[in-house]
């Protein structure tokens, strides 16, 4: 069965900083690109971005891209979010999706697909 | 950023309506969507990909369509599992990004 369980959530103050494990099993992890996807409370989801197989391409949204570092250790099955200068904006429920990158033409077109989602990680800053 | 747009925001629905949500992207994405389904307290689910491929043990109800800026889900027969909300996302360019949601809600 595939499982993705974050930790590391909680309630951290403004300006500091928390970091996020999406520990991975029952597929083979070093196979697939993974991402994060969050949830500010009462709101839509939030790509934040992805990281591939071997992390030599760690694509992030630009808004948050000088405040979250994405990381992964193949060895221990796990996926990372470190997130700094936390601000009430960061308050959401943190989600690690397993990313599936298909080129169904073998070079150019692919199909994108995150089809195994954890239960989420909620963060709340707050002083 | 690639905006995605749904409409409506919200739809009130009965057991066994034909329910139709769209997605529109503010540029040209091909086919390159995906469709989430969030059910309330839940993770989201996939549905849809590359704009109309139903994925593994996905109903037959759910069908997606469309291409450039303009994408279609469609829900047939509509059931009261299939309450929810509906996320389309595009992942043509980088970043991927998601469009609001649509909220499935009985009448």
């Known amino acids: 069965e595939v499982k993705l369980v974050e930790s590391g959530g909680g309630l951290v103050q403004p300006g500091r900083s928390l970091k996020l494990s999406c520990a991975a099993s029952?597929?083979?992890?070093?196979?697939?690109?993974m991402g994060w996807v969050r949830q500010a409370p009462g709101k839509g989801l939030e790509w934040i971005g992805e990281?591939?197989?071997?992390?030599?391409?760690?694509n992030y949204t630009p808004s948050l891209k000088d405040k979250f570092t994405i990381s992964r250790d193949n060895a221990q099955n796990t996926l990372y979010l470190q997130m700094s200068k936390l601000g009430s904006e960061d308050t959401a429920i943190y989600y690690c999706?397993?990313?599936?990158?298909?080129?169904?033409?073998?070079?150019?077109?692919?199909?994108?697909?995150?089809?195994?989602w954890g239960q989420g990680a909620s963060v709340t800053v707050s002083s | 950023n690639t905006v995605m747009t749904q409409s409506p925001t919200s739809m009130f629905i009965s057991v066994g309506d034909r329910v139709t949500m769209n997605c529109k992207a503010s540029?040209?994405?091909?086919?390159?969507v995906d469709w989430y389904q969030q059910k309330t307290g839940q993770s989201p689910k996939l549905l849809i990909y590359?704009?109309?491929n139903r994925y593994t043990g996905v109903p037959d109800r759910f069908t997606g369509s469309g291409s450039g800026t303009d994408f279609t889900l469609t829900i047939s027969n509509m059931q009261a599992e299939d309450l929810a909300v509906y996320y389309c996302?595009?992942?043509?360019?980088?970043?991927?990004?998601f469009g609001g949601g649509t909220k499935l809600e009985l009448k």
């Open positions: 999706a397993r990313a599936l990158i298909y080129y169904y033409d073998g070079y150019y077109h692919y199909y994108y697909v995150m089809d195994a």
């Open positions: 540029q040209n994405v091909g086919t390159n």
């Open positions: 990281i591939n197989q071997d992390s030599s391409t760690i």
């Open positions: 590359g704009a109309s």
């Open positions: 996302l595009q992942y043509n360019y980088n970043p991927r990004t």
């Open positions: 029952g597929f083979s992890f070093n196979d697939y690109w």
